[in-house]
């Protein structure tokens, strides 16, 4: 069974600045994707970026970014010139991509606060 | 496209009711999944269907609950004889056919059982 950690139950960061969320996995399988899910207040999940784990480079979607470390298990979300529309819920999930249902596993997230 | 869509969005019951919720999801979008979220906690899948086939349920299904996709279209989740303990959001979401690794979700309905 896989599983999904996310160490930092919340964070905080000023407007415009950078701030890293941290996402490490434990699974056995070798082909895989990884998520990163926002889920802002009582609004429904919105998928942020995606990472196929046969790929070495990390994807970028406009401010957010990954630093993706197969060996380590770790999948980091980076944000960079913080919004205060960016204060939500941060999920970290993997799916495995063998078979035809691709179920997410969550971690617990993230609390992402981005004061003015 | 008009999104997943949820009804109710929020549903207070007394413990014992039976409750039925209801997830549109996105036009030609052949998977549908069901996934519950409590306090605190990211979401757990609960159950997967591909067009009307559900192919997959896990284990916190308990007997008490039954979902069923008939004609691959809409999807209902039932909840029978809730108990307190059922108190969660029921999230669905639903992927189409050519990246079925990608989901988009319904905002959930938040179920609270007195």
């Known amino acids: 069974a896989q599983t999904v950690t996310q160490s930092q139950p919340e964070m905080s960061v000023q407007e415009a600045e950078t701030v890293t969320l941290s996402c490490t996995y434990d699974t056995s399988e070798n082909n895989y994707y990884l998520f990163w899910y926002k889920q802002p207040p009582s609004r429904q999940m919105i998928l942020v970026i995606r990472?196929?784990?046969?790929?070495?480079q990390n994807a970028t979607e406009n401010r957010f970014s990954v630093n993706f470390q197969k060996a380590a298990k770790s999948f980091s979300l980076k944000i960079s010139d913080s919004q205060l529309g960016d204060t939500a819920m941060y999920f970290c999930a993997f799916v495995n991509s063998g078979g035809s249902n691709y179920k997410l596993t969550f971690g617990k997230g993230t609390l992402l606060t981005v004061n003015p | 496209d008009t999104g997943v869509s949820q009804d109710p969005r929020h549903k207070i019951t007394k413990r014992g009711q039976n409750v039925t919720f209801r997830c549109d999801p996105i036009?030609?979008?052949?998977?549908l999944y069901w996934y519950r979220q409590t306090l605190g906690q990211g979401p757990e899948f609960l159950t997967y269907f591909q067009n009307e086939a559900q192919l997959e349920k896990s284990r916190l299904l308990s007997d008490r609950f039954s979902a069923e996709r008939p004609k691959g279209s809409f999807s209902t989740l039932e909840i029978q004889r809730t108990e307190q303990g059922d108190s969660a959001m029921y999230l669905c979401?639903?992927?189409?056919?050519?990246?079925?690794?990608?989901?988009?979700f319904g905002a959930g309905t938040r179920l609270s059982v007195l």
């Open positions: 036009s030609e979008h052949n998977r």
């Open positions: 979401a639903s992927s189409p056919r050519d990246r079925g690794n990608i989901q988009y």
């Open positions: 990472q196929e784990a046969y790929k070495q």
